[in-house]
């Protein structure tokens, strides 16, 4: 799949380019038209840096970060945007005046959910909940949930692509969306075109990458 990368770049941020590959995949949630491949972004250090210097750029200073809850393998960016945030003059009300970066886990039944250890940096905090990718905003709201549970309270959510504008009233600052991919599309799994075309599925795929079938 790899031939078919196609990469475009922000035309707001020239440092950050999103690689995607058309074809056919399949997530927990619905098929896609486009597999938007964050690997580089996520893994790179040089790329990471550029991710969270541009989503930085989208909050002033008069946003309260304490927590950037990273969701999708997104560590590495959250651990520079909490950097850049902090630089930027991002109050946070800890103790120790510093962002708190970290990630929940799934458990055996899908649920999202913390660990003892970590549930301090939810509870009473204001989460900045980091995404790599947004399609239908059904795991999106499984996080919400997850962080309402444990008593956080979502400052702002950022993705760097997302196919949903906002969730929950909440708006969704994304770096880039289906304006930067025009024919992007994503179908249930039970009406999808492609299928009924007969297309088979290339990948399954999911924040983290794809499985090819």
Same mark, same amino acid.
């Given at each position: 799949?790899?031939?078919? *990368?196609?990469?475009?770049?922000?035309?707001?941020?020239?440092?950050?380019?999103?690689?995607?590959?058309?074809?056919?995949?399949?997530?927990?949630?619905?098929?896609?038209?486009?597999?938007?491949?964050?690997?580089?972004?996520?893994?790179?250090?040089?790329?990471?840096?550029?991710?969270?210097?541009?989503?930085?750029?989208?909050?002033?200073?008069?946003?309260? *970060?304490?927590?950037?809850?990273?969701?999708?393998?997104?560590? *590495?960016?959250?651990?520079?945007?909490?950097?850049?945030?902090?630089?930027?003059?991002?109050? +946070?009300?800890?103790?120790?005046?510093?962002?708190?970066?970290?990630?929940?886990?799934?458990?055996?039944?899908?649920?999202?959910?913390?660990?003892?250890?970590?549930?301090?940096?939810?509870?009473?905090?204001? *989460?900045?909940?980091?995404?790599?990718?947004?399609?239908?905003?059904?795991?999106?709201?499984?996080?919400?949930?997850?962080?309402?549970?444990?008593?956080?309270? &979502?400052?702002?959510?950022?993705?760097?692509?997302?196919?949903?504008?906002?969730?929950?009233?909440?708006?969704?600052? +994304?770096?880039?969306?289906?304006?930067? &991919?025009?024919?992007?599309?994503?179908?249930?799994?039970?009406?999808?075109?492609?299928?009924?075309?007969?297309?088979?599925?290339?990948?399954?795929?999911?924040?983290?990458?794809?499985?090819?079938?």
């Amino acid at each position: 799949m790899e031939n078919r *990368v196609q990469k475009i770049i922000s035309k707001k941020y020239p440092d950050v380019g999103l690689r995607v590959i058309p074809g056919h995949f399949m997530t927990s949630h619905s098929h896609i038209n486009y597999y938007v491949d964050m690997t580089f972004m996520k893994m790179r250090q040089s790329e990471a840096k550029a991710v969270a210097k541009a989503i930085a750029s989208k909050y002033n200073t008069t946003t309260i *970060v304490d927590t950037i809850v990273c969701m999708d393998g997104c560590e *590495v960016i959250g651990a520079y945007l909490a950097d850049e945030l902090t630089n930027a003059g991002i109050m +946070s009300m800890n103790a120790h005046k510093t962002i708190y970066v970290t990630s929940p886990e799934y458990n055996l039944t899908g649920q999202i959910i913390f660990r003892q250890n970590l549930i301090p940096m939810i509870e009473g905090k204001n *989460v900045l909940l980091l995404l790599a990718s947004t399609t239908t905003g059904k795991t999106l709201s499984k996080c919400l949930d997850c962080i309402d549970y444990y008593k956080g309270h &979502i400052a702002a959510i950022a993705s760097i692509f997302s196919a949903v504008n906002k969730i929950s009233d909440i708006p969704i600052d +994304s770096l880039f969306t289906t304006a930067d &991919i025009p024919d992007y599309k994503n179908y249930p799994h039970k009406n999808c075109p492609l299928c009924k075309e007969g297309k088979p599925i290339d990948a399954i795929v999911n924040g983290f990458g794809y499985s090819t079938l």
